[in-house]
């Protein structure tokens, strides 16, 4: 009997001093890490970590272009710029901020990844510069 219970009480000894077995928390590194604006083919292109261009679909972006009095609000649900974009950048008669903010991709699991602010200088055609007599 005093065997026994010296059995239990050095089993109750050695469960007591393990310690509890924590969890373990992995934080998954995003692949996407910044958007560009690519000024020839007028499109957003996402940026992976290691520097390298991706072809993901934008969700959204919010397009703000800034003139000296003014500053004008486009809504972009893909990669390319709608044409009403297009026609307001290439109106444009001097170099120009532009924005593009609540930058939304489809990552690589199909979930939404915010991306960081663009900011970017839009430079007329030289066409729109010259002054006529």
Known sequence: M???ILFFFLSALTVSAQE??????IK???NLVKAVFDNVEYKLMAIDRFGNPQENTFASYT?????????K???GYSN??????LKELKSLKRATKIFFTNI???GDDEHLVDLPDVIDTWFPDCTNCIKKN
């Open 73 to 75: 609000k486009f809504v």
């Open 80 to 85: 390319t710029l709608t044409p009403e974009m």
């Open 28 to 30: 998954r590194e995003q």
């Open 63 to 71: 397009l703000w272009i800034k003139e000296k009095k003014s500053t």
């Open 20 to 25: 509890p077995v924590g969890t373990i928390k």
């Open 104 to 106: 939304k991709v489809n």
């Open 2 to 4: 005093k065997k026994l």
